[in-house]
């Protein structure tokens, strides 16, 4: 099984939404901190979001009062729902079990101006 597994990006224009999916296999979700990052082109990877075992959520302020992460104990599943996306939002999202440094395999979202 691979443990993360993202899902969900996609082309939309500007404004849209997406929400992105991480399946987690192998751990659980509410166990571990797990953090979404993303990486555009010629460019480094950069933190986006964090999401702590006990709920508790953090985020880089470029997408502050934009996107959501959360999970779903039941379906061990991780989430970024992304609204009033922007193109400089370009980028492939890459979900991580900050604890073990794991990554899934990123999932691309481009935003149309």
């Known amino acids: 099984q ?10 939309v224009q500007s404004g849209g939404s997406l929400r992105l999916t991480c399946a987690a296999s192998g751990f659980l ?8 990052h993303r990486q555009a082109p010629g460019k480094a990877r ?3 979001a964090t999401m702590a075992p ?6 880089t302020d470029s997408v502050k009062g934009r996107f ?3 999970r779903d104990d ?4 991780l989430y970024l729902q992304m609204n009033s996306l922007k193109p400089e939002d370009t980028a492939v999202y890459y979900c991580q079990n900050f604890e073990t440094t794991t990554w899934g395999q990123g999932t691309q ?3 149309s101006s």
């Open 2 to 11: 691979v443990p993360l597994v993202e899902s969900g990006g996609g082309l």
């Open 29 to 36: 979700l509410s166990d571990v901190i797990m953090t979404w």
């Open 109 to 111: 979202v481009t935003v």
């Open 74 to 77: 039941v379906k061990n599943t």
């Open 54 to 59: 006990g709920g508790a959520t953090f985020y």
């Open 68 to 70: 959501t992460i959360s």
């Open 46 to 48: 950069e933190w986006v």
